[in-house]
Every structure is written in C-alpha cells, then in structure tokens.
C-alpha cells in the first residue's frame, strides 16, 4: 500500500483546521446532462473505447495534437500522432498546485497540445475540477491560479447559506455518505471552486482540452483483493470496471439498476460529490491504524470490531469540535469547545482494561464509551448561547452523526446490481459500490492508460506524492504483472535514488509497452541533499492547513521550473514515441 496510509498522526490536524470557511461559498447552477446516444446505459463487456471518447481523440488528433506537433518540428504523419497522457500523483494540494504549476509551464513550451489524455488520483483531481470548469482552460490557465491563493474566514450565518444548504440537500438522499462533507471541503477551501456542473456535461464539449479520466477504487474489492474489480474509472461519456470492461452512461451513474435494466432515474453526482469520493483517503481503515492509544494495542486479528467502531467515532467526532470551533470567535464559546475537544480526547485515553474482558463486554464496553462520546458533542450543543450558533450545530449533528455510525463513504447505486453475469466478481453484488480514493492502492492513476484500450505511447508523470520514491511506479508495474498488461523495465539500480531523485528519469517502453517520464517534485536540481528533500515534504507535507498565497506561488514555480528544464528532454521523448508508433503501423500495414 502507499505511503499514505501512515500520515493519521498528522491527519486530524490537517483536517480540523482546514474546515474553517467551507460554508460560504455560492455555487454554481448544474448543466443538464449529455449521455452516450444509447438506449441501453449499462455497457459491456468490452474493452474498446466508447464512440464518444474515441471521436473525441479524433477530432483532437487532427485539429489539437498534429498542429502542435509540427510547431515542435517532431515529425509525425497524420495517421502515427503518437498517444500521450499526463498523470497527476496524490499529495494532497502539494499535488494540487504542483499539477497546476506544471502544466502552467507546458502551456507555455507548447507541450500541453501534445497530450491526448489527462489523469488524476487523489489530490491532483482537485486541480483537474477546477481546471475542467472551464471549457477554454487550456488556453489561457491564468483564471485559475487567480481563485487559489488561501482559506477564507467563514461567519455563523454562513452556514444557513451556499454550501450548508447544498449538504442539507444531499443528505436528503439515502445514499448520502462522508464523502460529500469531504468533497465540500476539498472543492470550496482548498480549490475555492465549488460548483455543481456535471461530469457528463463535459461529453458536449469540443477538443481543446486534453481527455479527462478520474480514477477511484471500489472499496469492498479491494478488501477482498478482487484485482479486476478494484480500478474504477470516471469520464465524461462513460464510468466503470476497466479491467470487467463493464461501465454506465456517466449520466446514469448513480441511478437504480438490476439486472442491467434502469430502474429509477436518479441525479448525477456533481463534481463536488466527485472531488469527494477520488480524494477520500480517510475513507479506509487504515488511515487511522496509528491512533489507537496503547490500551488498544493489539495485532488487528485480536482487536474486536468494536475497537475500530469506536476510533472511527471519536476521529470525526475530533473533526467535527474543531469544526465549530474554527467558527467561533466569542472567547466564552471558545473555551466551551476547547473544554469539550479535552474531555473527547480524554474520553478516548480512559484505559478500558480490554485483554480482561469477555468478547461480549468489550462490545458492550466499547459502545457505552461510543454513546458517551456522541453524547458529549450533543449535550454541549444544547448548551450554546447563542441560538444561531445552536442551530447551526444542531443541524450539522443531525446530518453527520449517523454517518459516524455506519463509516459511509462513496456510497453510490451499483449499475452491475443482480446482473446475471460470469464476469461481475461476489464483491460486487451488493445494491451500493463503495468508491473511495485509488491513492489508497497506487498514489498514480496509471491504470486507465495500460494495455490496448488507449493504446498509450509515452505517460509523462511528474511524482508529487509523500511515500517512498518510485513507490508508485513499482507498485503500478506489479499490478499490471498481475492483470497481465504491458509495463516497461524498471531499472533496480534506479531505486536506489529514492532518497536524493534526479529530476527526470525515462523508462523505455518496447512493443506494446509505453514509455514513461517520471519526474521527481523535489529532487536533485532543486534540493542540495537528501536532508533538504525531505525539509521539503515537511514544509509542503500533504496533511496541513490550506497553503498561503506565497507558499502556493513558491510550490507552483517548482513545479514549473521542473517541467521548463526538461523541455528538450520531453519533446526528444514525444519524437520517439512517434517514430515507435509509425514503426508499428508499417509493421502492421506489410501484414496486411
């Protein structure tokens, strides 16, 4: 797994301060959806592009790609344009602003034509949603470094506008999960970008951008270590199991389905539900493994369920004090909350003697500790003062705290529900899918551009992420072992850099295999030794409170300078991605 499953130490103070001002934002009025020309919505299997994205990699080849290749004198005939994609790591908005800076600077090398794909995991969908609001983003990315720039102070009063009434709303629907209030945060603070436009609503659009796919995993798959189930994939035309080749109309996403038949029309997510679910790494169990306190340490096999229950509550209830208290500017109300914030945490260090105890009392030990826990938020909120504050908080318990209990995240209709297919693996039975962040399992989307579907030739993947360097590409090359798709070479000796990386590394692909650049955020040009790398990832590390305005413009150079020294490198790289694929096609073509 990736590295950040061990930051939760960090984790609950990236989170609690981070929360302040998220509700008052105004957003923005949602585009009618643009499904795929199809009576049946549900697809598959196959492994073939939709008509939809392919006549979009069409019309982007002949009228974006071909033209910016000739203005780089790389020499390509019409029907070899190579196929390029952009990944973006995880990281947090380190990974955010990184993709951003970076592609800033491609624009400006006139790189940025050259691709046909962009992809994200985790935080660099943050910058995907805001770039992708704008249908023209890629010709000028100077509106969007403009709405980055620091949190905002938020008032009581927000909460009855904007934002909380978009969380009210959701909350309404059954399959209302933890997702949404992450996805609020995520769009509104860190990406000042809160709207409600429609992913499928992108599918109407024409080439100017380069093809957006958003990666998430199916969480219950992944538990289960069901490998060809576990990547789930989000585009504009379509969503679904790439490796199954099973996938809906992105439109009907979220509609009830069985066997293959709609059942009932349902509302797309949006793209702040969507922010929520392919940045959610708190979603797994994992992500908290490191606070059980030392009367909880024990090995996971011996730990009752109840343990984990009971973690799970007081981590958001954590979240939740600090929450209110980020809105509080009254110095009686705010001892109020820091009194409380004490006694949940000591509430949590009250040794229960667990080894002593039958299985049956330590459940019933643990829930009377649950209910107590709950029940300190809930007595304090009927304590308030202030009846605007009273209500505000009432409301927001009312809204959450049942998530608490059932740690409901990405909870969206499973389209593959009771269909009669050798192909739909037991993890996916259930009416829900589970879709949490696929940084969780590789902190890079490479998935969706291995093997024949995109029939990709160079991946360029600048690595924002926090875990071990190469982690990802390891990680990526063992899994495309396991569904038995093309991967080059990694080089061991290159691993060995991973604590002082070059700036720009190339792992040449052969036959079917693509070519991929990796590319080190903080590396040897820009730190003077292994000590100041990892200075670096402490002072941009991913769990912290919205970055500055100077520190989101220091970050996005860096990125920036990394992508313009390694210029000529890239397009040396894009011509013989081109050259590969030319030989292919005249291989191809004496064949025939």
């Not at 949602?30 to 939809?52: D, F, I, N, Q, R």
Request: hydrophobic share 40%; aromatic share 8%; proline share 5%.
């Amino acid at each position: 797994m990736v590295s950040c499953r061990g930051r939760a130490a960090v984790l609950a103070c990236f989170v609690c301060v981070s929360l302040r001002g998220l509700l008052a934002q105004p957003v923005n009025a949602s585009a009618e959806p643009s499904p795929e020309t199809s009576a049946k919505h549900v697809h598959g299997p196959s492994h073939a592009l939709s008509p939809g994205e392919a006549e979009f990699i069409r019309q982007r080849k002949e009228v974006v790609v071909l033209a910016s290749l000739g203005r780089l004198n790389i020499s390509s005939p019409a029907d070899s344009v190579p196929h390029i994609a952009l990944l973006g790591s995880g990281g947090g908005q380190r990974a955010a602003v990184a993709l951003l800076g970076s592609l800033q600077q491609m624009g400006q090398d006139d790189l940025l034509d050259t691709l046909l794909y962009m992809g994200g995991v985790s935080g660099s969908t943050w910058a995907m949603a805001l770039l992708y609001s704008d249908p023209q983003w890629s010709v000028n990315m100077e509106p969007v470094f403009s709405r980055l720039g620091g949190h905002r102070e938020t008032t009581w009063l927000s909460l009855f506008t904007g934002p909380y009434q978009w969380l009210k709303t959701k909350s309404e629907d059954e399959d209302f999960s933890l997702s949404e209030i992450w996805g609020l945060l995520t769009s509104y603070l860190f990406m000042n970008n809160m709207d409600q436009r429609l992913l499928s609503a992108e599918a109407s659009r024409g080439s100017t951008n380069p093809y957006p796919v958003y990666s998430a995993i199916e969480k219950q798959c992944f538990n289960t270590n069901t490998t060809e189930a576990v990547w789930f994939e989000f585009t504009p035309h379509e969503a679904g199991f790439p490796e199954l080749g099973l996938f809906v109309s992105t439109a009907y996403l979220g509609s009830a389905f069985e066997g293959g038949e709609l059942k009932e029309r349902k509302p797309e997510m949006d793209m702040v539900q969507l922010q929520g679910i392919v940045g959610s790494a708190l979603a797994h169990e994992d992500i908290i493994a490191e606070m059980v306190p030392s009367w909880m340490n024990m090995s996971t096999a011996g730990r009752p369920t109840a343990v984990e229950d009971h973690l799970r509550i007081y981590f958001t209830l954590n979240i939740l004090v600090e929450l209110l208290k980020s809105g509080i500017k009254d110095v009686t109300d705010l001892a109020k909350v820091e009194e409380l914030q004490k006694r949940v945490s000591d509430m949590l260090l009250e040794e229960v003697p667990l080894h002593n105890l039958t299985t049956e009392e330590q459940v019933e030990e643990l829930q009377r500790k649950n209910l107590a826990l709950v029940a300190s938020v809930q007595t304090w909120a009927t304590e308030m003062n202030i009846g605007l504050q009273k209500n505000a908080v009432t409301e927001l318990m009312e809204v959450v705290l049942p998530l608490l209990i059932k740690w409901q995240w990405g909870t969206t209709e499973n389209f593959l529900y009771a269909v009669k297919d050798s192909e739909v693996p037991d993890c996916l039975k259930s009416r829900v899918l589970n879709l949490i962040d696929g940084g969780i399992a590789i902190n890079m989307p490479y998935e969706p551009f291995l093997g024949k579907k995109r029939d990709v030739d160079l991946l360029i993947a600048p690595e924002f992420s926090a875990g071990e360097m190469f982690e990802t590409l390891t990680l990526a090359r063992d899994y495309a072992a396991a569904v038995g798709k093309p991967f080059p070479v990694i080089d061991e000796q290159v691993l060995l850099d991973k604590d002082w990386p070059k700036d720009f590394y190339v792992f040449p692909g052969e036959n079917d295999q693509p070519t991929i650049i990796f590319m080190p955020l903080f590396n040897r040009i820009n730190c003077k030794d292994e000590a100041e790398v990892k200075a670096r990832m402490v002072e941009y590390t991913t769990f912290q409170k919205p970055f500055s305005p100077e520190k989101i413009a220091a970050l996005q150079e860096i990125a920036s300078v990394n992508m313009r020294n390694n210029k000529d490198a890239i397009v040396r790289e894009i011509q013989n991605a081109a050259t590969r694929r030319q030989g292919r096609r005249n291989v191809t073509d004496s064949a025939l």
